[in-house]
């Protein structure tokens, strides 16, 4: 028997922490059906469904076939497509294509431009999975309870683990379900009537070209990263993995037992930066508090494209940033409490959990924000998508290109339009190829049990609008929110200055004398500092004095 060659191959994570939606898949989605809908296409090749498939193809597919909802069609099709589209420039024409559509046939047209890598697509539908709710498990449990794995909480709110993170997770899935996905690939001459493969199926090139959205690797510990079909092809696997030169091809037993033994924990993945990432130290350790704050990031290992910062349990200060760390980054804010936290880079993803009481003020992210299990936080952001599940009294400040969606879970979600700038912001924005238009900011789309659900959610009334000013001085030509704010709440950002003039020339006018002037002077002081204490701006304000020598947050 030859030595094994000398292959690390793992699961990559983008796909499942932005490309998997984080909540349980519809059943028509299942396993059985995306074998119905792989020989479906393949059989209507030349109708535009193989090996490209074309958005009209998929939604006829999903609205006629698997009963998908026309919305969630799109979804799922958007949501891959921006995955592996990440020029800022091709991101940004599609924007302005999209904006210039006057009404929905004219959208439709525009989106029946458009297709995805059909294999490719597939294994991206099937890995929705990862979140399906298992009924053994639910039923019985897998485990006694411990702290590490806890059940649904009383108040229905899931306490798990996110599974878009966790390496570990994705790893056992592929493991798991490695001979379903692989099947799904084969071409149908491959499987038996009952659609199953032999153990003399082969596995075209193309397929294992499909696999690399899902899998890659490196050679004898090389630092270069590449994907599964080039170290597939590499001579020295072909004993292991049966790629045969005169098929072109591979044995479907021998790839699948090749693989399983090269498979390994993810060197970039979640739990390598928890276990080896450099610690950043960014946040204040705040006196009287057990709590530590923890930060940590993998650029120090990562290339660009993996880069990742975890922050977890900062706890009442304000924490500023904007670094090169942070750019192209996968953050992940976790267990933060009354705190204000300001992330100014260019960022790739941010999921937000367990947090209470946080203003968050994010620069442009490129993928996904996703807020889940958190009471009373506010996100101030650009970004290509938001999702959130389990939040309550929740106010989102938003400029999105995509319906935000709201999953299951959740209760007093506000929405209101992104209404904040910083020097840098536009230039942020072009790095990641976000526009002011399209912006559906005030057109959610619920995906849960609670679909028709409206009242959920509301959009923020514009007298309790207010902009928001960061504190912080920058280089950069940004003067003002991109894009503008809607004419409701421009109309009373305005009305609520002219009262301010109003208040000033009252003032100015009442003929007040030195003294009376005084003592007006230190009553408003007192009512201003009485209101900055009830509203907790206070804090806010104390936290924004640059800390003493010594203490102060550390460049990173």
């Given at each position: 028997?030859?030595a ?13 922490l ?27 090749a ?34 891959f ?6 020029d800022?420039?091709r ?20 989106r ?23 009924l ?18 009383l108040t ?10 966790n ?7 592929v493991?798991?379900?490695l ?24 596995v ?11 899998i890659?690797g ?7 990263v590449?994907?599964l ?9 072909h ?7 005169v ?8 790839l ?6 090269c498979?390994?924990?993810?060197p ?48 009442k ?15 992940r ?11 100014l ?5 941010v ?9 968050f ?5 490129q ?10 936080v ?6 290509h ?18 319906q935000?969606?709201i999953l299951?879970g959740?209760?007093a979600?506000?929405?209101a ?9 536009e ?8 526009a002011?238009?399209p ?9 849960c049990k609670?679909s028709?659900d ?21 280089e ?6 991109p ?34 002037r ?18 907790g701006?206070?804090?806010?304000l104390?936290?924004?004095v ?11």
């Open positions: 028997m030859e094994a060659a000398p292959v690390r191959l793992w699961v990559k994570t983008e796909p499942f932005v490309g998997v939606l984080p909540v349980p898949p519809p059943a028509r989605l299942g396993p059985h059906y995306l074998r119905k809908m792989a020989a479906y296409v393949r059989a209507r030349a109708e535009g469904c193989f090996p490209r498939l074309s958005w009209p193809r998929w939604r006829h597919i999903a609205c006629g076939k698997l009963q998908l909802g026309r919305g969630l069609a799109w979804l799922y099709f958007e949501l497509h921006s995955l592996l589209r990440r800022p420039a991101r940004l024409e599609w924007a302005e294509a999209e904006a210039a559509c006057a009404s929905a046939d004219e959208l439709e047209r525009e029946s431009k458009l297709s995805v890598d059909t294999l490719q697509f597939l294994l991206f539908l099937y890995v929705q999975q990862v979140n399906k709710v298992s053994r498990r639910s039923l019985i449990g897998e485990e006694w309870p411990s702290p590490r794995t806890k059940s649904p909480s229905g709110k899931s306490a798990s683990e996110n599974k878009n993170w390496d570990q997770d994705h790893r056992a899935f493991q798991s379900h001979s379903d996905m692989l099947e799904l690939l084969l071409e149908p001459e491959q499987l038996t009537a009952s659609s199953h493969p032999t153990h003399r199926s082969l075209s090139y193309e397929a294992v070209c499909a696999l690399s959205f899902l890659e490196t050679v004898n510990k090389s630092r270069t590449r994907p079909h080039e170290l597939a092809l590499w001579q020295p696997c004993g292991q993995n049966g790629y045969s030169k098929s072109r091809a591979f044995s479907f037993p021998k699948e037992s090749w693989l399983r033994s498979l390994t924990t993810n970039f993945g979640m739990t390598a930066c928890l276990k080896s990432g450099k610690k950043l130290a960014w946040a204040q350790q705040v006196e009287g508090t057990t709590r530590r704050a923890k930060i940590a990031c993998n650029s120090h290992v990562a290339p660009e494209v993996f880069s990742m910062v975890i922050m977890s349990q900062v706890y200060q304000t924490l500023a940033k904007s670094s090169d760390t942070l750019v192209g980054a996968h953050v804010i976790h267990r933060c409490n009354e705190s204000f936290i300001y992330l880079s260019p960022l790739r993803s999921t937000i959990e367990k947090c209470r009481n946080s203003t003020v994010l620069g442009p992210v993928a996904s924000v996703h807020v889940h299990s958190c009471d009373n506010k996100v101030i952001v650009v970004c998508c938001l999702s959130l599940s389990s939040t309550a009294g929740c106010t989102f400040y938003i400029l999105t290109p995509t935000p969606l299951s959740n209760e979600v506000s929405f339009p992104f209404h904040t700038h910083y020097p840098m912001l230039d942020h924005m072009a790095q990641v190829g976000l002011t238009l912006n559906y900011w005030d057109n959610p789309m619920l995906v609670e028709s409206t009242s959920v959610f509301r959009l923020l009334p514009p007298l309790d609008f207010y902009t928001f000013v960061i504190p912080f001085e920058m950069g030509d940004t003067t003002e929110t894009g503008g704010l809607p004419h409701a709440y421009q109309k009373a950002l305005s009305q609520r200055e002219r009262k301010v003039q109003i208040w000033q020339k009252t003032v100015k006018e009442a003929g007040l004398t030195k003294d009376q005084k003592q007006f002077q230190i009553l408003v002081e007192n009512k201003f500092y009485e209101w900055l204490v009830q509203t701006n206070r804090q806010q104390d936290s924004l640059p800390p003493a020598a010594g203490s102060e947050q550390a460049a990173g």
